[in-house]
């Protein structure tokens, strides 16, 4: 697979693994609402060969946001739809507010996992998304709508918990499958332990066998 179309590729599957709350689609931007919860959820995804006027839909894009008393945030590749689409931003007053690491793992590379003091659920579960929540410090209103973004998720899901020795919740995650690549979502906290690694394991979680596949981190 050439670098455009992987780059697209990990592009729908990080759409899919956190669904918004409303989605549209604009002459191949991927416009999506989430009543601003994470930029990710409530940005622009340029993916796809764009036809309009670049300025005219920019201006489009802000009225939408604006109307919901956002702002409106570009979500950039490489890859992005115009190739001058950056430029164009920043003439029109946007500027670089932060960046985003995607990281690739080839599973059949990884050692087998160790499972002990792993709780896992195939569904989305009450005591995971307290856990989850307390770990990444969401507050009560961004837990209303994150709930019911994870439950629009359409893809096989795997949401597990780490705990230590004495059954104390340190770590939590949450799987995404589609098709032969796993997205996997951790608490900033997650990445500052050992469970990175240990996390793994979601390859049984959902799969039930260690099979060829990547696993995608999401940031």
């Known amino acids: 697979m050439d670098q455009s179309k992987w780059i697209q590729k990990i592009e729908e599957l990080s759409l ?3 669904p918004a709350m409303q989605t549209k689609i604009y002459d191949g931007w991927v416009i999506r609402f989430a009543d601003g919860y994470t930029k990710r959820a409530n940005s ?11 300025k005219k839909k920019i201006l489009n894009c802000e009225q939408l946001y604006f109307a919901r008393n956002e702002k409106a945030v570009y979500k950039m590749t490489t890859q992005a739809n115009p190739t001058n ?6 003439e029109s007053g946007y500027a670089l507010e932060g960046t985003t690491s995607v990281q690739v793992l ?3 590379d990884t050692e087998s996992p160790n499972e002990t003091n792993v709780i896992k659920y195939d569904h989305l579960h009450d005591e995971w998304f307290r856990d989850f929540c307390l770990l990444s410090n969401i507050d009560d209103h961004d837990q209303t709508i994150l709930k019911k973004m994870l439950g629009n998720i359409i893809p096989k899901t795997c949401f597990m918990l780490l705990t230590d ?13 589609e098709d032969e690549y796993i997205g996997l ?7 500052e332990t050992k469970a990175m690694v240990q996390f793994s394991f979601v390859i ?6 260690k099979m060829e596949q990547k696993m995608l981190i999401f940031r």
């Open 44 to 54: 622009i995804t340029p993916i796809y060969p764009s036809n309009e006027n670049v």
């Open 16 to 18: 899919n693994a956190l």
């Open 85 to 90: 689409l950056d430029f164009v931003l920043e």
């Open 204 to 209: 049984y979680c959902i799969g039930g066998k």
């Open 185 to 191: 979502s951790l608490p900033m906290k997650t990445f």
């Open 106 to 108: 080839n599973l059949a």
């Open 165 to 177: 020795e004495g059954g104390t919740v340190t770590a939590s995650g949450q799987g995404v499958l």
